[in-house]
């Protein structure tokens, strides 16, 4: 069980742009380095015939808990951040084991499920058995909100605050994230401002969701003008990614979550990226070992940079390859007319377009990642609405400088 | 500079509800003692003469940063929260003295100055000039909110993240809450929550903020069903009481301050609600010196209450004296009909009275209670339209339990 990642990241450097790059097994001209995005939150790709430090991280994955014998849960990857670390369980069928949530991480008698009108109909009616069977102690509300990013606002966050008051929640309750990324960020956003915190769990059920969103307790909701300007790092209890739930995604999601996932092998993990460039058949055929393996090491890449660099005082940056222009795109273009996703794929390609023509990277890594986007089926260029002035209006209006933030 | 408080706390007992209990200098039936808050909300006065534990915690008084020879500091009062400490400056005249914002409690180049539509005309241009006089690195916006309890809300709030986003405000920012406790709520909490956490500082204007709810962390907004139910808790960087501040405060305003002063005294400090009830007169005559140790003590003894507990897990919850009772009026009369303070009064004779009946206190001490909150010209009962049945709903409504924080 023990990760297998390969950190590729080097010490900062003092370039003006932090840059970030892969280094690529085979064609990439030299070692890897990122450096420091402390300045700017522009995130390009940039591969330094001069630096060859190769850091290595070794995932912290061992099980907090000992599943039982008959246990469907096939990984535990630990984030450890001290006395916030949580487990994240990875398997098939883990919303059968009522066990799992029950016996350590709910806290109290009363569960608030947070869940949207797509996702209710799938798989509220099996988590709420899964929290309360056999189990007399526990009862469940829940709150189903309008799905989509274009809802991810202060008014949809209210209605779980109505809910939680109405039903006279107190502190020792726990509200449970049931959905993608946008049910994720809402719910945990409510979870550390009512009564200024209570107990949460995150129950993925997009890709997207399981390899980014619901790890590193980033929490928010979209201001008019910018994608997650409000909001709070506040850690769930435990994270739940039962594998089944991706039987129901439509493809178009998948390929959105998939997008991160090939994040993750450029900024940081060169195996995982040539194991993608082999396996994205059987990704997008939803082979389940290829997925499960997939979300695994993407959990160890981001518990690894998280638990380094929590609140993005620099290494976590790296996380956001991609994102200043893929954010641009989403807010330019509407929330939830573009999948995150899909406005991440367009941005790296453009943040390693320009890698290249800074004269930063080689052609050939602009064209690998160019090439296993397309195979992912993901968009590779901003749509044409987008204008340069567009982007440079938007990217200066809600782009947080400072310690480098970005999502 | 030390600390004089002697705390009258006893260790946790295992009353079912949550008792309070001042050892009065005479009169007083024996030692004090306080029960554990942490199963209920509910805080009462109790004199229990088989406890005669006495605990004492010495305030950390000490300045943090040097003032300046020709400082009008009187008094720093340090709030010892490992990272997350900070001072508190008391002292006629501070905002005249633009060194001390500007040397060490000003982060990056920006500053938002939250405050309302009172208190703008009155100090905004002072503050301006307090953070840019001699500053050319530093610029001031504002946003100006409605005045009052009523507007302690999610559509308030709204106002001040537009403001910072609109400004294109980055993580380097500060925002300084001027005004009284709502101000201070509201922009602690923007400033929680916005970019998920921006560097604050409180300038409390009013004698409420500056004796309580400027000090400690406690932020957040009024749901309309209860109050302060979403927020976070969030330290400040400094806190700067300027006591001619209270030299333009309504006399209504400058007593449901005296509230809480007495809160202290009651709770964990005999000596100094003797002096109180000596110098009531000289407080309510505003003489300079009298507000300034008042505040100094109540300063001390919440920073102690809160170096303890942070979180309110169980210490922090005595600060709720009286509130329990409070909060209910202030809900079942609409926020704002009655001031903060003046519910609190109201609370606690309610608290005092409810111990007297339940036989845990002598009717000396409901008396004392009594006379100086009469003293202080605050209500010692709570409006007739606030009925038992009126009580009781909304105690059960917004009383959130668990680890015994009340507002």
Redesign the interface.
């Known amino acids: 069980m023990a990760a297998s990642a390969s950190s590729l990241l080097a010490a900062p450097a003092s370039s003006s742009c932090g840059a970030i790059s892969p280094q690529l097994p085979r064609g990439a001209p030299a070692a890897a380095s990122v450096a420091s995005p402390s300045r700017h939150s522009c995130y390009l790709l940039r591969a330094s015939p001069s630096r060859r430090h190769r850091s290595r991280f070794v995932a912290n994955a061992a099980p907090t808990m000992q599943p039982p014998a008959e246990s469907r849960v096939s990984t535990v990857v630990d984030v450890d951040l001290g006395d916030r670390s949580y487990p994240i369980y990875i398997g098939a069928g883990l919303l059968d084991e009522p066990d799992l949530l029950q016996r350590q991480h709910v806290h109290?008698k009363r569960v608030l499920v947070v869940t949207n009108t797509t996702v209710a109909p799938l798989y509220l009616d099996k988590v709420t058995w899964a929290l309360t069977h056999n189990n007399l102690n526990v009862s469940v509300e829940s709150v189903i909100l309008p799905d989509g990013e274009k809802y991810k606002n202060?008014d949809t966050l209210?209605k779980v605050?109505?809910k939680a008051?109405?039903s006279?929640f107190?502190?020792?309750c726990t509200f449970v994230a049931l959905g993608g990324g946008v049910i994720g960020d809402m719910c945990g956003?409510a979870a550390?401002?009512?009564?200024?915190?209570v107990n949460f769990i995150q129950i993925p059920t997009t890709l997207m969701a399981q390899v980014d969103s619901s790890v590193g307790g980033?929490t928010?909701i979209n201001?008019p003008?910018?994608k997650n300007?409000?909001?709070?790092?506040y850690q769930p209890q435990c994270v739940l990614i039962d594998t089944n739930t991706l039987n129901t995604l439509p493809d178009r999601e998948l390929a959105s979550g998939i997008a991160e996932v090939v994040k993750y092998g450029l900024i940081r993990d060169a195996p995982f990226f040539e194991w993608q460039e082999k396996n994205m058949p059987k990704l997008l055929a939803r082979e389940p070992n290829a997925l499960a393996y997939a979300i695994k090491r993407s959990c160890e890449n981001k518990a690894e940079v998280v638990a380094q660099d929590e609140?993005e005082s620099g290494l976590r940056a790296t996380l956001n390859l991609g994102h200043t222009f893929g954010h641009a795109i989403e807010t330019g273009t509407g929330y939830g007319a573009w999948l995150h996703g899909e406005a991440v794929a367009a941005g790296t390609v453009m943040a390693t377009d320009m890698s290249h023509r800074l004269g930063w990277i080689d052609d050939s890594i602009r064209k690998r990642v160019v090439d296993i986007l397309k195979q992912a089926k993901l968009p590779i260029a901003p749509p044409e609405t987008m204008t340069v002035e567009k982007f440079k209006n938007i990217m200066?209006?809600?782009?947080?400088?400072?310690?480098g933030?970005r999502n």
């Open positions: 109290g202060m209210m605050f109505d008051v109405e006279r107190d502190r020792r956003f550390a401002a009512f009564l200024r915190g980033k928010g201001h003008l910018g300007l409000i909001g709070a790092f609140k200066a209006s809600c782009k947080p400088k400072g310690r933030r």
